[in-house]
């Protein structure tokens, strides 16, 4: 049976693990892939017609972003080919930019849901997350406050009226919102999405018939559909 061609990152990455099983795993943990992978599969595809460049690179970027993916980039750990061949070992540069961007995407997702409390508060039940310990209370640092002498001392969280500052206005909930036409409907484009008070800058990764995936700068992919959905060009340009 001839194989349909590929619409969306979802039936891409289920497509590459059935197709290379030692080397793409949709559940469990999963190997570093070897660099150069794209140029790889995009050698051993062509002329099949079954994905897009483009489509195709933006599942991997979605595949590597994981939160799963980036516990498996350890220094020393071989990386794979498509074939499941172990090759050359993930170098030390590499293994903490992927420890920096798993702590960064964890604390967004953290403050992410703290301001929006309906949305998932346990991502290890979503493929491709792993359970956020949250932020540390010790990484807060204390406010500096004035004495009557200049000098400066540390105080506590609670400030009174006069001290405190107001809460930053979003320069995006300041715009109309225009909703996104469907021209600009495809995968890879930018938008915004309304999911509590303001709306936030997305990239679409996913498009189905239940509803568009998305896929916030934390790094946390939300399901939404279209009429959540507003142009980013042209509220800009408001």
């Known amino acids: 049976m001839e194989q349909e061609k590929l619409t969306n990152q979802k039936e891409t990455i289920t497509f590459l693990c059935n197709k290379y099983p030692k080397c793409f795993f949709a559940d469990g943990s999963v190997k570093p892939l070897k660099i150069g992978i794209f140029q790889d599969l995009a050698s051993e595809l062509e002329g099949l017609e079954v994905v897009s460049k483009r489509l195709l690179r933006v599942?991997?970027?979605h595949y590597t972003s994981s939160w799963r993916y980036l516990l498996a980039v350890k220094a020393g750990v071989a990386r794979i080919s498509l074939t499941g061949e172990d090759g050359e070992a993930v170098e030390?540069?590499?293994a903490q930019h992927a420890a920096e961007q798993l702590k960064e995407s964890k604390e967004k997702a953290a403050k992410y849901r703290e301001n929006n409390p309906k949305a998932p508060k346990n991502p290890a039940k979503h493929k491709g997350y792993v359970k956020s310990k949250g932020i540390d209370p010790s990484d807060i640092s204390t406010p500096q406050t004035k004495t009557a002498t200049g000098k400066t001392k540390s105080g506590s969280t609670k400030h009174s009226s006069?001290?405190?500052?107001?809460?930053?206005t979003s320069v995006l909930a300041d715009k109309?919102?225009?909703s996104l036409a469907i021209t600009e409907l495809h995968?890879?484009?930018?938008a915004l999405v309304k999911l509590g008070k303001d709306?936030?800058?997305v990239t679409i990764t996913d498009i189905a018939k239940d509803g568009i995936s998305?896929?916030?700068?934390s790094g946390m992919t939300v399901k939404v559909q279209q009429a959540?959905?507003?142009?980013s060009q042209k509220a800009a340009n408001n």
């Open 59 to 61: 599942s991997l970027r």
């Open 92 to 94: 030390e540069q590499h």
């Open 162 to 168: 006069k001290t405190s500052k107001p809460a930053a």
């Open 176 to 178: 109309p919102q225009v």
């Open 187 to 190: 995968i890879g484009n930018q």
């Open 199 to 201: 709306p936030m800058p």
């Open 214 to 217: 998305v896929q916030l700068k």
């Open 228 to 231: 959540q959905l507003f142009s």
